[in-house]
């Protein structure tokens, strides 16, 4: 039978296909379906992990006890996971573990494009990526063996244009694997200088053994057509190419580290001119240069970004495959972006409406709280990674005197558990006086409303322990730690510049689920039209539901939601709820 | 280019592409099609632009659509419609709703939402450009049977009528993808834009 299934979704089913006793991960996208679709089978203890080390090491724990393991996150989630990822190379495994990378090439949804290939060759351990969701299904289930046969964690990768896009795959059978016995091998599972040299030199070896798979593997497989170009590509490269040169040559590799030499050499000897088309880094390229043989890559091709099929045609034959329609003429002016924007309720709006009134430096972090540096709020000063507002805030005050008693750092509460406690601790320890307001809504919004450490839900929807924030600040040595509502303007406003003054450590709490959590019909707002005197204050929100024709402010019914924080910044009383009495 | 069918889909967050194109999917499946949808999640989607790619035919290669290449654009809004428009082929189909939603820019007043959008679609189709330009009310249509989200499935019946496939297996994905609950005012919802 064949389902149509996303890339994500056909990694999860070629997990539980593949036997897979335990996964888990913490979201960020476009790995974050792996997992919500992983929860459905019932053979799966699947979880949310607080972040992705310690996903991985919940991962290394059981892929050594013998459970079959897949872990899954977005690239810059291996990052965080490398500590343990580049050591665990060394470990090996005892029921084999796949870690999924989610690239995000052209940054959809992400703050840098790195490239994770580079990861595998880090490592050194392979590394798998498929072209379309029948192959995300087989490879997991041929990385999972793999892992096995040659002790080693394996990497799947994929990339937006893969993890999101849905393809048709035939499905399979669950493969039952016994949990394999758990045998204590201190040589080979403690990681100390005396153990570790040894090990490496396994690695190394390891690695030769796994250039021969690269050779035989059917994963990587030449497709001969018309002899005169050639192009050597993976995962979604790989369709692109096939749409842009349907008679060129192709060698598509399904495994993109290590490379086989000796098939790419074989390749290059049967066509007249060859290609490796890639996103990103010059990975495949530049290994093959140095096998001595000639390619062309990026002198064609950009570094950044995705690449599509017109630019491929157009590099390689000459000519883009379509031109768009002549639409320039009859367009008036370009039409206007649409952004995303916090929605309308959303608790975020009135924390930065507060912060650039006061105007603080806001330390930022990452989650849909990050769109409070989009106008008009325009109220953060940086946003790095995962957590890094509370360290960075720190070292905002450490770095110049000037800015001491007016920095804030902005974080939300998934991001907090994830890996914000540690900033607490050393502001607490170093004696910063920065204040951390933590955003709760009460879920991990951007990625789609997952549950977190705080929402006393897991993964499948089970109850559990809600971690307590603010009692976790206290115990962290915060002395001052308070709560406040988010759609309470005047008191959000008085805390904070309560806390900025108070010249020691303070975390403020601001409480308020995100709107989108809040499914009963709203009461609405309206603007009475004799007493708005379209001073323009409300609009300084930015909320979608606001809308400014010339100077007539009205609210859109349809989008608002009630939260009645445009009323808090109204000094005319034009805006009303509707059943409310005319005054 | 193949015999491929593209179909680009596009509207605001919020507005339901993402169940139009399942519907869609879910047509094309039952005609043993090969398929690819594409969708792009996470911040996009927080009231931005969403889009997504649909492609069918005996082979399909690349799941995403380049300007210029697209037999379809499906827009639940009028804005879209025209930031979509350049997808089109020579001689492709627009269809459009012509529900307005201004973007952030326009609600600060520092942009003005384009106001001759449908009269320029509507030069570009007497110019042969189109192929063919549909323009609806799917909300208005929508808020006739009871319920204003099923916008999406409104404009979905006018495509259907421009698609190869029958009447009654968009009835069957409808049923097949739409909840219980909301299916009679959606099975509605698409008979008017069908009917036209």
């Known amino acids: 039978m064949k389902k149509l299934l996303s890339g994500n979704e056909a990694i999860a089913r070629g997990a539980y296909e593949g036997g897979v006793h335990f996964a888990a991960a913490y979201p960020g996208t476009p790995s974050t379906e792996i997992l919500e679709n992983l929860a459905t089978y019932q053979e799966i203890d699947a979880q949310w992990s607080s972040n992705e080390k310690v996903a991985l090491e919940i991962g290394i724990g059981a892929a050594l006890a013998g459970s079959r393991v897949l872990v899954a996150m977005k690239h810059v989630g291996v990052n965080v996971a490398a500590d343990p990822l580049m050591t665990f190379s060394y470990l090996g495994v005892n029921g084999g573990l796949v870690l999924v990378a989610a690239d995000d090439p ?64 035939e499905l399979g059978e669950r493969q039952e694997i016994a949990i394999k016995p758990y045998e204590k091998n201190v040589q080979k599972h403690v990681a100390m200088p005396a153990n570790a040299r040894p090990r490496h030199v396994a690695v190394e070896e390891r690695l030769q053994r796994l250039r021969d798979y690269a050779e035989q593997t059917p994963l990587n497989r030449l497709e001969w057509r018309q002899r005169k170009i050639g192009v050597i590509c993976a995962g979604i490269s790989y369709q692109q190419v096939q749409e842009a040169l349907p008679e060129a040559s192709v060698l598509k590799l399904g495994v993109c580290y290590p490379l086989p030499a000796q098939l790419i050499a074989a390749f290059a000897a049967g066509v007249e001119e060859l290609y490796v088309v890639e996103e990103l880094d010059p990975f495949f390229e530049e290994q093959i240069k140095a096998l001595g043989i000639a390619v062309q890559g990026k002198a064609l091709f950009p570094l950044t970004g995705e690449i599509f099929p017109n630019l491929i045609a157009e590099k390689i034959l000459g000519e883009p495959l379509t031109v768009p329609l002549a639409v320039a003429a009859s367009r008036e002016e370009p039409a206007p972006v649409r952004p995303p924007v916090l929605c309308p309720g959303c608790p975020h709006r009135s924390v930065f409406y507060t912060l650039r009134r006061q105007k603080l430096l806001v330390s930022g972090d990452i989650g849909c709280y990050t769109l409070g540096a989009s106008p008009p709020l325009e109220a953060m000063d940086s946003c790095i990674c ?15 005197p000037d800015l001491k008693g007016k920095v804030v750092s902005v974080i939300g509460d998934s991001t907090f558990f994830h890996s914000g406690m540690t900033g607490i601790v050393d502001v607490v320890y170093n004696r910063g006086t920065t204040l951390t307001l933590v955003l709760d809504n009460r879920i991990t919004a951007m990625t789609g409303h997952q549950e977190n450490p ?36 005047a008191a959000l406003d008085a805390v904070i510049r309560e806390e900025i003054a108070a010249g020691e450590a303070a975390v403020v709490i601001v409480r308020r689920a995100c709107a989108l959590l809040n499914k009963s019909v709203p009461e609405v707002y309206y603007i009475v039209e004799e007493k708005c005197t379209s001073c323009g204050a409300c609009m300084k929100l930015g909320c979608p539901a606001l809308v400014q024709e010339g100077k007539k402010i009205t609210i859109d019914a349809a989008l608002c939601v009630g939260c009645g924080v445009c009323v808090q910044v109204c000094k005319f009383e034009a805006i009303r709820q509707a059943g409310e009495q005319d005054v | 280019m193949s015999k491929t069918t593209s179909l680009v889909m596009g509207g605001v967050g919020g507005q339901g592409i993402v169940l139009a194109s399942k519907i869609l999917a879910q047509v094309i499946q039952d005609h043993h099609y090969q398929l690819k949808v594409s969708e792009i999640h996470g911040m996009a989607q927080r009231g931005g632009s969403v889009l997504t790619f649909v492609r069918f035919g005996a082979a399909v290669h690349s799941p995403l659509i380049e300007l210029g290449q697209a037999d379809y654009v499906f827009a639940l809004e009028k804005l879209e419609a025209w930031r979509l428009l350049p997808y089109l082929r020579t001689g492709g189909t627009m269809i459009c709703s012509s529900q307005e939603i201004k973007p952030m820019p326009v609600i600060m007043g520092r942009q003005q939402y384009p106001a001759q959008i449908i009269p320029a679609m509507q030069a570009l189709a007497a110019a042969g450009q189109l192929g063919a330009l549909h323009t609806f009310n799917a909300l208005e249509a929508a808020c006739d049977c009871g319920q204003p989200k099923a916008a999406n499935v409104a404009l979905l019946g006018v495509l ?9 297996s968009f009835l069957a994905a409808l049923a097949a993808v739409v909840p219980e609950r909301f299916l009679e005012a959606n099975q509605q919802a698409f008979l008017v834009g069908y009917q036209g």
């Open chain 1, 106 to 169: 052209g940054m959809h949804s992400s703050q840098n494009e790195q490239d994770s290939r580079q990861y595998a060759r880090f490592a050194k351990v392979p590394m798998f990526e498929p072209a379309d969701s029948q192959e995300a299904k087989d490879f997991v289930r041929e990385a999972l063996r793999v892992s096995e046969e040659f002790d080693t964690p394996v990497l799947l990768r994929t990339s937006t244009r893969i993890s999101h896009a849905q393809s048709l795959v």
């Open chain 1, 386 to 400: 995962m957590g890094a507002s509370i360290s960075a805030g720190l070292g905002y005050e450490k770095g110049n």
């Open chain 1, 454 to 489: 705080g929402t006393g839900t897991t993964l499948q929807g089970q109850p559990t322990v809600a971690l307590d924030i603010a009692a976790i600040c206290r115990a962290l040595g915060v002395q001052r730690v308070r709560e406040v509502d988010a759609y309470d303007l």
């Open chain 2, 160 to 168: 259907a009528r421009t698609l190869e496939f029958s009447l009654a």
